[in-house]
């Protein structure tokens, strides 16, 4: 079954990449067949072929006779930045995190929605966006209760989804539409209103009355940080969980642990089964009250689809065991697979989808039969060591072992506690053959998923090794004794608290070993995109390994090398950079309404100028730097920078740096004027902890950034002083040149700053034009003196500002300079080989 879900999912592959009428497919599969049935009676392996090939064309059949991923739906004819009216009801019930609340985000699916032209009834998912105004003299109110299935009437701007157009880039679209959303919507708080009905089904209504009354429960028995992970690890809710901590858990590489997964089904199950069987109860009754509790457990958590894919292999190793068959783990994955893929082809390009897989066949098609000639006939060795009669059923060495172990325990027999001799060697011996295989099944598996993490997450989680040899087996202790006093606690808190405090316990340790070994600077590796050689030897070495795991044990443990080799290759060997030589290179990153641009000068030297940013009054987690510009310099294989530059302190110039300077560590920091503000200051301590120099530039510093390459500072003046708060004329502006060609960056300086600079004779043939196409900048006088053939604007798709103004295109029209827009095109990219300028724009979805 394994590889027909290989052949399948090529098949869902090729389909995306090939396309043919669904009749042509329809036809090959039916010839396949037909060609497979009638050569059955001939050599076997020619129908088996024919059937794989077959399963490609299924396969490909089923995606392509799929409805397309982005069909507009009439919800976006709406979605024109201006208000309308929508009635809705809530479709995803969210715990209140925080009872003040500035920003919240609820799903609804609505009803009505009404404009100013028009009132139509439709029926499509939003993801709502809820804010509340705050101000020193009235902080906000309580929050409503939104509860799943309330009816709510709104006024709200509608928004279609929209990706930040960089190679690299989350695929933002993509994972809205596969939980149904059609668009996004923003409105006040003070708007909602509450309206009588209901809407929905009951069995989901239960669902969320049972989560929330559990999530109540969790929070009288443990306090609130303790409660916050309790939530996520136990019942899969993780509104409580704070920034740092998911950041603690990812660098540790036990983020797993965080997450409702198969493991904590699996540790649930395994509990079960310990306690059924100790009562009168039969397999089989044993084994359906396991499956409906599993289910259960799924379906409260609601944890999506990574708890479902588990819940399938378990159903589908009880029957197999119901039905006394061969239990392969192998063929398990292969049907649970490809029963998900007939419902979801889609899902084959889903990371979580891979993730999940990946680890299962790790550790089911190297890990399992490799310990199963290692460790595990010592494992079974160790069982009964009293009991003679079973020397013979075992292997030889094994057979010694346990005759080794009892003849050194009558030694001990004359001591006062010799009879406990022969117990404490099966404890014993059984606790380190459990540690090493803790240890080998974690090992393997960094080294097996080192891959996906480096090209789905930029991240070697070079401490998920020790990191999950305590935190694992902690959670196994707190998993059911969290379970447990949970159950308890609607019968009495008094009779739960001391389960309770077990879970404390184990928890502190796991939050102890994730504080100390996340912390470490070592933990904390970024990687780039591997290149395509080394992703195709990433795979080889998995399947080698697959391969010989079976094989002799010598040529298990040398199939191992070559995983190890490619896994330390992605984490400690960067790839060569995705540059081109002999041209200045001016970037801009789409960052939204902010400024990043990345210049490479023809030696490979790496500037990058501002990095993006939010607001700090938008209270949001989300990190420009570091899921936006970082996301797409990994993808062009950049792993280090020589020098980053902060044009002005403002949030959607600087707010990514922090992330930058971690992430890539820079040699050198350039600055204009050095304010006197809170966020600044914390992004020069940052620079300070990763020991970057900070250099001040002022107009009239003219020096060679690599061999090649020209800077000269054009503003601020060197007779400008620190002041608590600056204005976007105190912007760094720079004019980049190679030979004949130039880039002359603005920053956000404003027409004042502009009429100084026209006076120094600053032409160029490339500008980044200021302050995003604000009308306060790109004065007419300034674009004569500087003279552009092509202009740049970063700027936010739709943003509130009304940039770029219609004013300053018009200039730039006036002014014959070709100009290029980061909200309409994504990422831009010019070219300068010191006599012309050739721009470019990525191939993005």
């Known amino acids: 079954m394994l590889h027909a879900l290989v052949a399948f999912a090529s098949g869902i592959a090729l389909g995306t990449r090939l396309w043919r009428p669904p009749t042509w497919w329809m036809l090959g599969l039916i010839a396949l067949i037909s060609a497979a049935l009638y050569l059955t009676r001939t050599r076997i392996w020619i129908p088996r072929v024919l059937a794989l090939v077959a399963l490609i064309f299924l396969g490909a059949l089923n995606i392509q006779i799929r409805p397309p991923d982005h069909a507009d739906p009439p919800i976006l004819r709406y979605a024109t930045g201006e208000e309308v009216d929508i009635t809705a009801h809530i479709t995803n019930e969210q715990p209140n995190a925080d009872p003040n609340f500035t920003r919240r985000t609820l799903d609804v699916e609505t009803e ?92 989901e209504r239960l669902r969320t009355r049972v989560h929330a ?113 061969e239990r392969s783990m192998l063929n398990a994955i292969g049907i649970a697979a490809l029963g998900l893929l007939l419902i979801d082809p889609r899902a084959l390009f889903n990371p979580g989808f891979q993730l999940t897989f990946l680890s299962v066949l790790i550790i089911a098609a190297i890990g399992v039969p490799i310990l199963e000639r290692t460790s595990q006939p010592y494992l079974r060795g160790l069982r009964s060591l009293d009991a003679i009669s079973y020397d013979s059923k075992l292997p030889p060495r094994v057979t010694q072992l346990r005759l080794d172990l009892r003849l050194l325990a009558s030694r001990l027999t004359h001591l006062p506690a010799g009879r406990f001799a022969l117990p404490a060697f099966t404890l014993t011996g059984r606790a380190a053959l459990a540690t090493f295989e803790l240890l080998f099944i974690s090992a393997l598996m960094q080294a097996g998923l080192a891959l996906p993490m480096a090209f789905y997450f930029h991240r070697a989680t070079t401490m998920g090794l ?82 010989a795991a079976r094989q002799r044990k010598l040529y298990a443990l040398a199939g191992l090398l070559p995983l190890a080799l490619t896994a330390l290759t992605i984490t ?66 950049i792993h280090r920078l020589d020098a980053v530059a902060i044009t002005h302190p403002h949030a959607d110039h600087m707010g990514g740096m922090s992330a930058i300077i971690a992430n890539f560590r820079p040699k050198e920091l350039w600055l204009g004027v050095d304010t006197q503000s809170a966020e600044l200051n914390q992004l020069l301590d940052k620079a300070r902890e990763f020991h970057v120099a900070i250099i001040m530039r002022r107009s009239g510093d003219d020096f060679l950034f690599g061999s090649q390459t020209h800077v000269g500072i054009l503003a601020p003046q060197r007779d400008t002083d620190a002041q608590p708060r600056r204005s976007n004329d105190d912007s760094l502006v720079m004019k980049i040149a190679f030979q004949e060609t130039s ?71 006036q002014a014959h300079a070709a100009t290029y827009r980061t909200d309409l095109m994504g990422a831009v990219t010019f070219y300068l080989d010191g006599h012309t300028v050739t721009p470019s724009l990525p191939a993005l979805r």
């Open 466 to 547: 020790p990191s999950n040899l305590a935190a694992v087996p902690l959670t196994a202790v707190l998993m059911p004794f969290a379970v447990a006093a949970v159950a308890l606690s609607y019968i009495s808190v008094h009779i739960a608290t001391p389960l309770a405090s077990v879970a404390s316990l184990a928890l502190r340790g796991i939050t102890s070993t994730v504080s100390l070994l996340g912390s470490a600077r070592l933990a904390d590796i970024r990687v780039p995109t591997p290149s395509a050689p080394l992703i195709i030897a990433g795979i080889a070495a998995l399947l080698l390994a697959a391969i």
């Open 572 to 637: 400690a060997i960067p790839p060569k950079p995705d540059l081109h030589p002999n041209v200045l290179e001016v970037t801009a990153i789409d960052v939204g309404q902010g400024d990043s641009l990345l210049i490479v000068s023809p030696d490979g030297h790496t500037l990058l100028v501002d990095s993006g940013g939010l607001p700090h009054w938008m209270h949001s987690d989300f990190d420009i730097g570091e899921q936006v510009v970082s996301s797409y310099l990994w993808s062009r294989r």
């Open 112 to 203: 009505q929605v009404a404009s100013e032209d028009a009132t139509e009834p439709i029926h499509a998912k939003l993801r709502l966006t809820l804010y509340q105004k705050q101000t020193l003299t009235a902080p906000p109110q309580n929050a409503p209760t939104f509860a799943y299935g309330s009816r709510i009437h709104f006024t709200a701007k509608l928004h279609a989804p929209r990706n930040f157009r960089n190679p690299g880039a989350f695929d933002y679209e993509a994972y809205l539409h596969s939980k149904g959303i059609s668009a996004l919507a923003s409105s006040s708080t003070d708007s909602v209103e509450i309206l009588p009905g209901f809407s929905g089904t009951r069995l």
């Open 213 to 325: 009354s559990v999530i109540a429960h969790v929070h009288r028995l443990w306090t609130p940080q303790q409660a916050a992970l309790i939530d996520a690890m136990v019942i899969g809710e993780d509104a409580f969980i704070d920034h740092d901590t998911r950041i603690d858990f990812q660098r540790s590489g036990t983020y797993h642990i965080l997450v409702v997964s198969g493991m904590n089904l699996g540790i649930l199950v395994v509990v079960v089964f310990w306690l059924l069987r100790r009562t009168s109860l039969r397999e089989p009754a044993i084994s359906g009250v396991a499956m409906l509790v599993a289910i259960a457990y799924a379906f409260l958590t609601d944890a999506g689809s990574p708890i479902w894919r588990a819940t399938l292999m378990l159903a589908l190793y009880l029957a197999a065991r119901f039905f006394y068959r």
């Open 743 to 813: 880039v002359l960056l603005t920053g956000d300086a404003e027409r004042p700053i502009e009429d100084r600079i026209a006076l120094e004779h600053p032409e160029s043939t490339l500008l980044k034009v200021a302050h995003h196409g604000s009308r306060t900048s790109t004065s007419p006088n300034f674009l004569a003196a500087v003279h552009p053939r092509y202009a740049v604007i970063s700027v936010g798709f739709r943003n509130g500002y009304g940039h770029p103004r219609p004013e300053v295109l018009s200039r730039l029209q």
